[in-house]
């Protein structure tokens, strides 16, 4: 089996499994991502065939849909892989991807590095952020019914990586605890310069958000 038809297989599984996916953790995020990762390592010196699986795979099974469990992406990621032979080292690289990628809070340390992983966490950090983050981020706080803002609940910089995965704060403080701080957190020159329009659009619109909810309009 050559490399497009295990892409086209890989596409087929991702969309049959994410299915009944919630809308921020979709098959049209996996998409996105695919599309800003093919367009960041146009610049970067990478294994395309890595980027591409990776980005396919990378929210394969995240672990907030899972009761936290951190294992079950990889894993199924691998199983998947190895019924379509591909090559093991390939499948061990996309495997450290999946480990690696999430912001897991700030705080914690990513144990692995690679430009693969530099472009695909790039990519998928400029979903998260602008205006489709913005509409990720409501989406996700209303599908857990969460808040859309409460003044008395300050957002915590310093969570742990547990505070972090179990936070039931209002959809605000998500900008401050996450979305705001990955503009900085870019690996690429292209994934920074389109996260920095992003990020002024979120604040744009923080700004408007105040005003409304304070009646200063």
Same mark, same amino acid.
């Given at each position: 089996?050559?490399?497009?038809?295990?892409?086209?297989?890989?596409?087929?599984?991702?969309?049959?499994?994410? &299915?009944? =996916?919630?809308? *921020?953790?979709?098959?049209? %995020?996996?998409?996105? !991502?695919?599309?800003?990762?093919?367009?960041?390592?146009?610049?970067?010196?990478? /294994? $395309?065939?890595?980027?591409?699986? *990776? =980005? $396919?795979?990378?929210?394969?099974?995240?672990?907030?849909?899972?009761?936290?469990?951190?294992? !079950?992406?990889?894993?199924?990621?691998?199983?998947?892989?190895?019924?379509?032979?591909?090559?093991?080292?390939?499948?061990?690289?996309?495997?450290?991807?999946?480990?690696?990628?999430?912001?897991? #809070?700030?705080?914690? =340390?990513?144990?692995?590095?690679?430009?693969?992983?530099? !472009?695909?966490?790039?990519?998928?950090?400029?979903? &998260?952020?602008?205006?489709? *983050?913005?509409?990720?981020?409501?989406?996700?706080?209303?599908?857990?019914?969460?808040?859309?803002?409460?003044? /008395?609940?300050?957002?915590?910089?310093?969570?742990?990586?547990?505070?972090?995965?179990?936070?039931?704060?209002?959809?605000? /403080?998500?900008?401050?605890?996450?979305?705001?701080?990955?503009?900085?957190?870019?690996?690429?020159?292209? #994934?920074?310069?389109?996260?920095?329009?992003? %990020?002024?659009?979120? $604040?744009?619109? $923080?700004?408007?958000?105040? /005003?409304?909810?304070?009646?200063?309009?």
């Amino acid at each position: 089996m050559n490399q497009e038809t295990q892409l086209k297989q890989t596409k087929l599984f991702v969309k049959e499994q994410l &299915a009944d =996916a919630e809308g *921020g953790h979709d098959w049209f %995020h996996i998409l996105r !991502v695919y599309n800003n990762a093919l367009l960041i390592a146009k610049t970067e010196p990478v /294994n $395309l065939f890595v980027v591409q699986l *990776g =980005a $396919l795979l990378h929210d394969i099974a995240d672990s907030k849909f899972h009761d936290g469990n951190e294992s !079950v992406g990889s894993q199924k990621a691998r199983e998947f892989l190895f019924k379509l032979n591909v090559d093991s080292s390939i499948i061990e690289h996309v495997v450290k991807i999946i480990e690696n990628i999430s912001f897991k #809070g700030g705080n914690e =340390a990513q144990k692995f590095k690679s430009p693969e992983l530099d !472009v695909i966490q790039d990519a998928d950090r400029l979903d &998260a952020i602008g205006a489709i *983050g913005i509409a990720r981020c409501f989406n996700y706080g209303g599908f857990k019914n969460r808040a859309i803002f409460d003044p /008395n609940i300050k957002p915590n910089l310093k969570m742990t990586k547990e505070e972090y995965k179990t936070s039931t704060a209002p959809s605000i /403080n998500h900008f401050y605890e996450k979305l705001l701080l990955l503009k900085d957190r870019m690996n690429t020159k292209t #994934g920074y310069k389109i996260a920095a329009e992003r %990020h002024q659009f979120m $604040l744009q619109f $923080l700004d408007q958000f105040y /005003n409304e909810w304070d009646g200063n309009e």
